[in-house]
């Protein structure tokens, strides 16, 4: 899965100020063709990041976008998406709270990170961890995901922290939240 192209980010910023938009309203303010609006909308839909109404998108409901486990905005930079098995995604904001919410819940089809250095979302279960590094994005303890080990090993070399697989992150996490 690719990351957002700038016209998809365009789209977003747009729909996050109003409820829907027709293909004709984003056609017209994007500046592109129905065909190309059109397909851009769809990649959203497939995203998750938006819903599809009948000639246009809609927002996903309030509680969707919102991270399932803290409430704060999900920062696409670092979203984490989770496919329940009854197939209803939701969202963290980050990985951080992405691995928290999967640690407690049996009822998970497929989970989804992005990856830190280039914006794609990657299988949450192959993906390397950071955790603890000096790069905050979002929630505290910091977990930044990658799709390779080596480009995760090269960026503790810079920035700190330490380079983890989902299960051992998980732990560490879970551990370092306990009150
Ligand atoms: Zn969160
Ligand atoms: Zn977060």
Not at 8 to 32: A, C, F, N, P
Not at 79 to 89: L, T, V
Not at 131 to 150: A, D, G, I, M, R
Request: hydrophobic share 40%.
């Amino acid at each position: 899965m690719k990351s957002l192209s700038i016209r998809q980010r365009e789209i977003m910023k747009m729909i996050s100020q109003t409820e829907s938009l027709t293909i004709d309203q984003i056609r017209k303010t994007v500046g592109i063709s129905p065909a190309t609006a059109y397909r851009e909308t769809q990649a959203l839909v497939q995203l998750g990041l938006v819903s599809k109404i009948p000639g246009g998108i809609s927002k996903l409901e309030h509680s969707v976008s919102l991270c399932i486990q803290c409430g704060r905005d999900i920062n696409p930079r670092a979203a984490f998406i989770i496919e329940q098995k009854d197939r209803i995604r939701i969202s963290a904001c980050c990985a951080h709270c992405g691995l928290m919410a999967l640690s407690h819940r049996t009822d998970i089809n497929t989970a989804m990170a992005t990856d830190f250095f280039y914006g794609t979302m990657l299988n949450a279960r192959k993906a390397w961890y950071v955790l603890s590094s000096e790069v905050n994005l979002c929630c505290h303890p910091s977990v930044l995901s990658f799709s390779s080990k080596k480009d995760a090993d090269g960026f503790v070399k810079g920035f700190g922290g330490s380079v983890m697989d989902i299960g051992t992150v998980q732990n560490a996490i879970n551990k370092m939240m306990e009150l």
